[in-house]
Structures are given as C-alpha cells and as structure tokens.
C-alpha cells in the first residue's frame, strides 16, 4: 500500500469509495435512514468533484486501487474512509498516521476530527481523546459523532 496526494481523475473512485463504506456500516449502528442522509442516494458526482478538488484528499492506494482516503485542513481531519473490503488491515491507520506526520511538520498542535461512531475506536487507539458527543442533523436526521483530539506538541521532537 501506498498513500499518494489527491489526483482527479480518482474522483469518482473516491466517491464511490465514500458511499460504498457509509451504505455498508451495520444497521444496528447507523440506521439506514441514518446512512441516506450521511450519504444521500443518488450520487451526486459534480458535487463531489468540486469537493475533492478543494479538500485533495490523500489517498491510500492497493494494487493501482483506491482503498481509502483522508482530508486534512491544517488541524482537522475531515473525511476519513476506508473500502469495507480492507477495513481491520491498517489502512485507516496509515491513513491517520500520514495526516498526523504533515500536521506535525507544519507546526499544528492539537489535531482534531468528528469521528462517526464507527470511525471513534480507530481515533481512541491512535490516541485521540473524546472532548465532546455531538448529535448533527443532517437531511432532517440525527446522526451521532464524537470530536476528538490529539496534542501532537512535542511529538516530532521526542518530547
């Protein structure tokens, strides 16, 4: 695996990729209600180019495929996915460790992200701590989110 910076002709594959990994999370943890209003059907393609060409997302590539992607903006992670084929392989925190390392070297202290309730044990064991339980609504329907953070002062420098 490698994680490459954003190019656009990986856009639909990336959307694709998002929409793929929000419709197959168990019904048990987000409804499928839920799941329509986080990623509405059908996929908007033009909104989601014009997305990626501002956030340019990291990509983490397996075998020339998209299998995951992550956004930074200076201190906050936004979207981070993974392919329900490659979940539990250490995609996701590969993905977190690159964002984390760029974050570091530009002089960002506290990293922060709204973890889903899927995503928030990938954060709690790279050693993001909760700072708040949020209930958003989105299309008219609540979904559930954790914001969480990472001090990262002194990190790069062994402290």
């Not at 997302?57 to 200076?74: C, D, S, T, W």
């Not at 992670?77 to 996701?92: N, R, T």
């Amino acid at each position: 695996m490698k994680i490459i910076p954003y190019s656009s002709a990986r856009s639909k594959e990336i959307t694709e990729l998002f929409y793929t990994a929000v419709h197959h999370i168990d019904d048990a943890i987000y409804s499928q209600q839920q799941k329509e209003a986080w990623a509405p059907l059908p996929i908007d393609y033009l909104k989601w180019y014009e997305r990626l060409t501002i956030k340019k997302p990291y990509m983490a590539l397996l075998n020339k495929q998209v299998v995951g992607f992550i956004e930074l903006e200076h201190d906050i992670i936004d979207c981070a996915y993974v392919h329900p084929e490659h979940q539990g392989k250490g995609i996701g925190s590969a993905l977190v460790n690159h964002v984390t390392s760029l974050a570091e070297k530009s002089d960002v202290t506290i990293l922060s992200v709204n973890a889903s309730i899927i995503a928030k044990p990938l954060f709690e064991k790279l050693g993001f701590l909760i700072e708040s339980k949020n209930e958003v609504i989105r299309n008219n329907v609540l979904l559930t989110n954790y914001t969480m953070s990472l001090s990262l002062f002194g990190k790069s420098d062994g402290k």
